[in-house]
C-alpha cells in the first residue's frame, strides 16, 4: 500500500460500540481518580516546582517539538493523518500507566501521582487547544481539520465527560466515602487496565490489515516520537536539577500518553481516519513497553541516596 492511502481509510465503529468506548475511558478515569486525594492538589501548592516543570514539558515543549519532529520528517515517512495523530497524542495528558511504571522506576510516586491529577484536569482544557494550534499551523493537518469543522469547544465538552466527571466523582468517593473507596480500587485498577489493552488491542484489529502495510512506518515514527517524548520528560526535570527520584518521574509522566483518550477523539471527531487511529493505537502499545525499558534502565543505576544508605551501613559495620 502507498502510505499516502492511509490518509483515505476510514475505521468506523457502531453508535453502540463508539458508546462502549467513551464508556470505558470514563471507567478507566474514574480508576484514575479513586488513587487521588485532595493532599495531592495541595503537595503541588507546597512544593510546586517539580510537577510545574513536568506539566509544563507535558503540554508545552512536547505538542511544540512534536510539530518540529513532524516538519523534519519526510513526506515519504509521514502522512498528513499520521502526523495529526502524533499532535493529538502529544495533546493528551499522561497515561494511566504512569504511576505504576514510575513505581518500577523507583522515581517519586507522590510527584507521578500529583501530575496525573492535575494534567487530566489541565487537559480538559489544554487537549483540544494544542489539538487546535498545532494542527492548524502544519498546512497539511490543517486541511484535515477544515473538512473534519473541528470545534475546539466541542473536543471540550468531550474530554470534560471523559476526564472531569470521573476525576470529581473518584475524588468526592475518596473524600466522602474512604472505606467504600478502598474496597473498590484494586478492582477497578484491574478494570481500568483491561478496559485500556480491550481498546487498543480493538483499534489495531479493526486496521490490522492496513496496520500490516504500513507497520515499517509507524513503527519507527512511533519509536522516535515516544523517545523524544521520555527525552523531553527528563532533559527538563535534569535541567532545572530536580533530584534522581523526581526527574524519573516526570520522564515517564510524559513519556507515557493516555492513548485511550486519544483513540476516543479520533473515532469520535475523525470518523476513525486511518493514520491517526493506527498511531494513536500503536502508541498505546508502544509505550507500555517503552515504560517498562526505562523502568529497567532506571533501576540499574543506584539513585544517591541508596548510595548514602550503603556507604553508611559499611561505615557502621566498620
Not at 55 to 75: G, H, K, N, V, W
Request: proline residues 4%; hydrophobic residues 55%; aromatic residues 10%.
Amino acid at each position: 500500500m502507498d502510505a499516502v492511502a492511509i490518509d483515505q481509510i476510514r475505521i468506523n465503529f457502531n453508535p453502540q460500540t463508539l458508546f462502549a468506548i467513551n464508556a470505558a475511558i470514563g471507567v478507566m478515569m474514574l480508576g484514575v481518580a479513586l488513587d487521588l486525594r485532595l493532599d495531592d492538589f495541595k503537595r503541588i501548592i507546597k512544593a510546586p516546582k517539580a510537577p510545574t516543570i513536568g506539566l509544563a514539558a507535558q503540554f508545552l515543549l512536547l505538542p511544540a517539538f512534536t510539530f518540529l519532529l513532524i516538519s523534519i520528517l519526510p513526506d515519504s515517512m509521514i502522512t498528513p493523518s499520521m502526523a495529526l495523530g502524533m499532535i493529538l497524542v502529544a495533546s493528551c495528558p499522561g497515561g494511566n500507566l504512569s504511576n505504576i511504571i514510575t513505581y518500577l522506576a523507583k522515581g517519586n510516586s507522590a510527584i507521578s501521582i500529583s501530575m496525573t491529577a492535575v494534567s487530566s484536569i489541565a487537559a480538559i482544557m489544554m487537549t483540544p487547544l494544542n489539538l487546535s494550534i498545532w494542527g492548524k499551523l502544519n498546512p497539511k493537518t490543517a486541511s484535515i481539520l477544515q473538512k473534519v469543522s473541528l470545534s475546539p469547544a466541542d473536543v471540550f465538552f468531550t474530554v470534560f465527560i471523559i476526564l472531569g466527571i470521573p476525576l470529581i466523582i473518584g475524588i468526592s468517593l475518596n473524600k466522602i466515602f474512604p472505606g467504600l473507596a478502598d474496597r473498590v480500587r484494586k478492582p477497578f485498577k484491574i478494570f481500568s487496565l483491561v478496559f485500556f489493552i480491550a481498546i487498543v488491542i480493538g483499534a489495531l484489529i479493526s486496521a490490522w490489515d492496513v496496520f500490516l502495510q504500513v507497520i515499517n512506518l509507524v513503527i519507527f515514527v512511533v519509536l522516535i516520537h515516544n523517545l523524544l517524548a521520555l527525552t523531553i520528560g527528563y532533559g527538563s526535570a535534569k535541567l532545572f536539577n530536580l533530584s534522581a527520584r523526581d526527574s524519573r518521574a516526570v520522564c515517564v509522566e510524559v513519556g507515557i500518553q493516555n492513548s485511550a483518550l486519544g483513540l476516543v477523539l479520533v473515532f469520535n471527531f475523525f470518523d476513525g481516519l486511518g493514520g491517526m487511529a493506527i498511531i494513536v493505537s500503536w502508541w498505546g502499545t508502544w509505550h507500555i513497553i517503552a515504560g517498562l525499558l526505562a523502568a529497567l534502565f532506571f533501576t540499574r543505576f543506584k539513585l544517591p541516596e541508596e548510595g548514602n544508605q550503603t556507604a553508611l551501613q559499611t561505615s557502621a559495620n566498620d
